[in-house]
């Protein structure tokens, strides 16, 4: 605990609400005053748990009545707008699940208001705060894997197919925001294909290609209809080639000294390039649960006034590309520009 703690307010305690309450509670950096929910079995489910917590279905009361400080939105996707610029407006600190919300002309609505109302506003972009995927920036930087020439992810399982909206919209926000967090670059255009299998006119399939300025390129596959659960990254740089596979307990990165070599002889380029097999390193990294450093961070940010590392804008150039992949798709898989600013 580094100060007076944060008197917090939680909208939404259905699947995930629960997991950034328990680590609320726990940190000991924030006062959980009150929540609210719309289902009076979910607010009675934190009344057994906390019993100290104020209890409402009214939002408006309780952005009025607590003297909260900051408010963390754990609801469903379609009502983060509304509540968001609520809790904007009564001057909170806002922390909202991802996706920031389901446009981007509504994200980019909250982070003008969030920059004129002077709070902070931070997305739950969990594999920012993930301990490998830092490990993997922080190597990156050390240049080891040499350029990083392009990037691919695999998101998949059998099930479960939802139907209100697509895999992508559902699986990919953190795919999405790992690739834009390790490149630290925003795609100028996407392109995407995917196919509705199971639930007509909701693409349980897709596969969508990211260019970016710098001539990087980044693909995401996601899918409910896959005979294995994947949750991989392969990134290919010059000089190395590491794979991140985040279903391995422990031994969650590989890094293969692999590529191909210059022409060591006057025959033609192509016939004399070499292929290098080297070692295969796996380091150890030392895990911490990645929503308590997101939670805490929230906090800190709160308190300071810094930016955080997924703020609003992160929100929006995820929500972003999120569009451009259905607006590709529905083009037959043509390009679609993905450029913001705010
Ligand atoms: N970071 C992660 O890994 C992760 C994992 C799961 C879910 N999520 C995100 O968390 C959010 C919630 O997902 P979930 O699976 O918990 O959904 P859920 O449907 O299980 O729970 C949502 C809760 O919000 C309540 N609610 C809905 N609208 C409301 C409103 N207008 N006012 C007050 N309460 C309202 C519902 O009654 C319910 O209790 C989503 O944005 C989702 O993407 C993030």
Not at 35 to 59: G, H, Q, R
Not at 193 to 221: C, E, R, W
Not at 235 to 247: N, P, W, Y
Request: hydrophobic share 45%; charged share 20%; aromatic share 8%.
């Amino acid at each position: 605990m580094t100060g007076t703690p944060v008197r917090v307010g939680v909208v939404g305690f259905g699947y995930w609400g629960p997991n950034l309450v328990r680590n609320l509670d726990r940190l000991g950096d924030a006062q959980l005053v009150a929540a609210c929910d719309l289902s009076e079995a979910n607010l009675a489910k934190i009344s057994a748990l906390y019993p100290s917590v104020e209890a409402t279905t009214d939002l408006d009361r309780m952005l009025a009545d607590y003297n909260l400080d900051a408010v963390v939105v754990a609801t469903s996707a379609p009502s983060h707008f509304a509540i968001a610029s609520k809790v904007i407006a009564a001057g909170k600190h806002c922390f909202v699940e991802k996706p920031l919300t389901l446009t981007s002309a509504d994200s980019e609505a909250l982070v003008r208001a969030a920059d004129e109302r002077g709070v902070t506003l931070m997305v739950g972009h969990l594999m920012e705060y993930h301990s490998a995927i830092n490990w993997i920036k922080n190597h990156i930087a050390t240049g080891d894997l040499g350029d990083v020439l392009y990037v691919y992810m695999q998101r998949l399982n059998l099930g479960k197919v939802r139907t209100e909206e697509n895999a992508f919209w559902s699986l990919a926000p953190h795919d999405v925001s790992i690739v834009l967090y390790l490149l630290g670059e925003m795609p100028d255009s996407v392109s995407a294909n995917g196919a509705a299998y199971v639930t007509p006119g909701v693409q349980d399939t897709v596969f969508a290609n990211l260019h970016f300025p710098s001539g990087k390129m980044a693909n995401i596959h996601v899918s409910w209809l896959d005979p294995h659960k994947v949750r991989k990254l392969t990134i290919v740089g010059t000089k190395k080639m590491l794979v991140f596979d985040d279903m391995e307990a422990t031994e969650k990165i590989w890094i293969y000294d692999r590529g191909v070599g210059e022409p060591t002889s006057a025959l033609s380029y192509g016939e004399d390039l070499t292929l290098r097999f080297g070692d295969i390193t796996v380091p150890f990294i030392k895990m911490t649960e990645p929503l308590g450093l997101e939670v805490q961070h929230f906090l800190d940010c709160c308190r300071s006034g810094e930016t955080p590392r997924s703020d609003g804008r992160d929100g929006l150039r995820v929500v972003r590309i999120l569009e451009a992949v259905g607006e590709s798709m529905a083009a037959g898989g043509a390009p679609v520009v993905t450029t913001v600013e705010v």
